[in-house]
């Protein structure tokens, strides 16, 4: 995970974070480049994965924007999964601004595609992996679209690309499709949508399923909407309040809830101030809206990230915000896992999960506290009977792990298919995760 950081008005940094796909976090965050006076923003990461398993034969390419030059230019830097960072090189440079950048999805892919803004300018071009250089190979850049335009956004298959454009003094949403026979974007269309449109965000997608889909907002009189939109699916999304929506993200994924049957369905967050205060929401077909942030603060800005890990059958939803904490912006997320769990991270609060969920044999229990205490745990089916139980624990203030084998009467192997309900107790509340054993 990569963000920018700013102490002063004069300079940004741009700093990362390494995830693991069970959601947990690998040591502290570290700088990957900063200057006095100088402004790195908006970055992107880029993987190549030449063996399909995450953390193999990683390539990892960091894009990002940069005024060094006096001009804002999209730089790149390279990391080769052994620890060495290489550059930055450029990437879009020349006598005007090269902004906002958007990239397809690669996970399996060796072809790609970006889109970028040069002043008044939406380009693009494709890139193949050049196994021998270990880099991309990218094509000349084309003009998509000119005159009035703002925001281009490439969907994760790099088939289409949907931007802002203004006419007649509204701002509505343009696209243009890829043709991989003639290799070649189609002439821009506009979307016939009421209101004034923008805010276009790409939806997510495991492995490029649902690609050609985004989610934009749009203000109509007193309404606002979240349109959503799949090229390829043909499907749609248009959610409707009085209350100001707007920063859309969103995710199309499969939620397993039961047994082994796979059920799908887009996720959307958002903000709105529907509380009086700016809170990060998300709707899930499942579960209905649910507040994520529930904080007394302003809250912007959601992303949302996906995590998936091969070796552990793990997939988890990574929602990303910015908070204004004790003065200042601070990035909290919240994470949903294919047992329909959804926990947003707070150091001081009781959290409990199971590592890896879906679990089909060994499995570990992690769970916050705010301070030194004793914690009882319960495994239960989706009866509510009591399965077995660790009667008392001592725990430690902050994250503990324990290895469920080792203190449970049984193997998690031998549980039947299905779902479970992992219980915790102790004198600073109660909580219940779900746990879907394979």
Known sequence: MVWEKSNSPDSTAIYGQLIYPSGQQSGVSFKIIGKSGVHYTNPKLLFNNHSGFPGQDTIVHIYFESDETGNQDILFMKYDGNGFLYGPYPFADGPGDQKKLSISDTYFLTDIGMAWQSDDIVYANRGVWNNTLQQFAFTSPVVIDSGDVNRPAMDINGMAIMWEKELNGIIK????????????????????????NGQISPVKGLWGMDGGSFVWNSVDGLQRHIYGHSFTMQDSLDKISNFNLREPAAAFAPMIVKSTQDMFGVLVAYTSDSLGNDEIFFDWFLFGTQNLSNSLVPDQKPQIFMLSGFGFWVYELMITWESFHNGHWQLWYSYMDMAGNVETVDKEAIMIRCIPNPSRENMHIEFNLPEDQEVSLKIMNSLGRIIDEIPAIPGCQGLNTIDADAYLNLNISSLKPGLYFVELNCKSGNRTTKLLKL
């Not at 821009?188 to 009421?194: E, T």
């Open 173 to 196: 949403v343009a696209y243009s499709l890829y043709d991989y026979n003639s290799q070649s974007w189609s002439v821009p269309i506009v979307k016939n949508k009421g209101g004034v």
